[in-house]
């Protein structure tokens, strides 16, 4: 999906979405000049997409015609609908356009509404505005709008648990822990909150190493850090290796996953396809030393933990 920022007035409590269909993409450019132009708040552009395989970035499916939306003010309808459709009538005679009066919401307040505290590994979930009424040991603070993880999405979930699987060994109260892809820092938070002694995040994205620094400092979690580094330049070896990615990347990753990984120590990997979960997991140990200690899968998402030999 494509789209340009929607900046409808706080104080406009709906506001209208007109549906473009069929509109041919060789006048796209001009027409979302033209609705700008003419007040348009923002629009959106469906997108279709193509992947042979999750070991391949998808591409655009390109297309002759196209779906926009465009967003206007509530007041805005009987000045412009007729202005629309002349300019469709003269350039664009195949697109039709539908009319959707929309409520405008909060999304903080969405996100409130719907976001409950939750335990899962042993840790309690819980949104950072109450925050104060829980102990604080045993639990982990989220806030909206991080983009990159809340915990609640099977793939994080399933990595959660897997992790509360490894600390019940003594062993994991000396562990140190490199969560690859880190996001929002969750899977670090959550490994030290169950006794991990350190845990290092790291990302290739930008973002996700503000939104893990916040998320450390709102858990007060000092015994994780952020790296900007990438995983092929991490040298040392972790006790506990945790890579919650889509199977295809984890794929790329596996030469680095593996070597990062100390003798002895284990790899927790989620964001498999169940579907395809056996030729990866084949394919993973294929030419290393290690075993499959622990799955744990839903009708669409698979986790392991392998040890290391």
Avoid at 134 to 142: A, D, G, R
Avoid at 283 to 299: I, L, T, Y
Wanted: proline content about 3%; aromatic content about 12%.
């Amino acid at each position: 999906m494509r789209s340009r920022q929607l900046s409808i007035a706080p104080s406009s409590k709906t506001f209208w979405e007109v549906t473009f269909t069929d509109l041919p993409s060789s006048v796209e450019a001009s027409f979302t000049k033209w609705l700008f132009a003419h007040g348009c708040l923002g629009t959106e552009e469906r997108l279709n997409f193509s992947q042979k395989s999750l070991r391949y970035e998808p591409r655009i499916k390109k297309s002759k015609l196209i779906t926009i939306k465009a967003y206007f003010d509530p007041r805005a309808r009987e000045s412009l609908e007729w202005k629309i459709w002349k300019w469709i009538a003269q350039k664009a005679p195949t697109a039709r356009s539908f009319w959707n009066l929309q409520e405008t919401r909060d999304w903080l307040e969405e996100w409130k509404k719907h976001f409950k505290p939750f335990k899962l590994g042993g840790l309690q979930f819980v949104p950072a505005w109450q925050a104060s009424v829980y102990s604080k040991s045993k639990t982990v603070i989220v806030e909206p709008g991080m983009a990159f993880g809340t915990g609640t999405h099977a793939t994080t979930r399933f990595a959660i648990e897997l992790l509360k699987k490894l600390s019940t060994s003594k062993s994991f109260k000396k562990s140190s822990v490199l969560d690859v892809g880190c996001g929002s820092g969750i899977l670090s938070v959550c490994a030290v909150k169950m006794g991990a002694l350190q845990a290092v995040g790291i990302d290739n994205d930008s973002e996700a190493w503000r939104e893990a620094a916040k998320m450390f400092k709102l858990n007060k979690t000092r015994q994780c850090k952020v790296s900007k580094r990438q995983l092929k330049e991490i040298k040392k070896t972790y006790s506990v290796v945790v890579a919650n990615i889509i199977d295809g990347v984890l794929m790329d990753l596996k030469q680095d996953l593996w070597r990062t990984t100390s003798k002895g120590g284990h790899l927790v990997l989620s964001g498999i396809l169940k579907d395809g979960a056996s030729a990866f997991i084949k394919a993973f140990m294929k030419g290393k030393k290690g075993r499959v200690v622990q799955s744990v899968h839903d009708a669409e998402w698979a986790a392991f933990i392998i040890q290391k030999y």
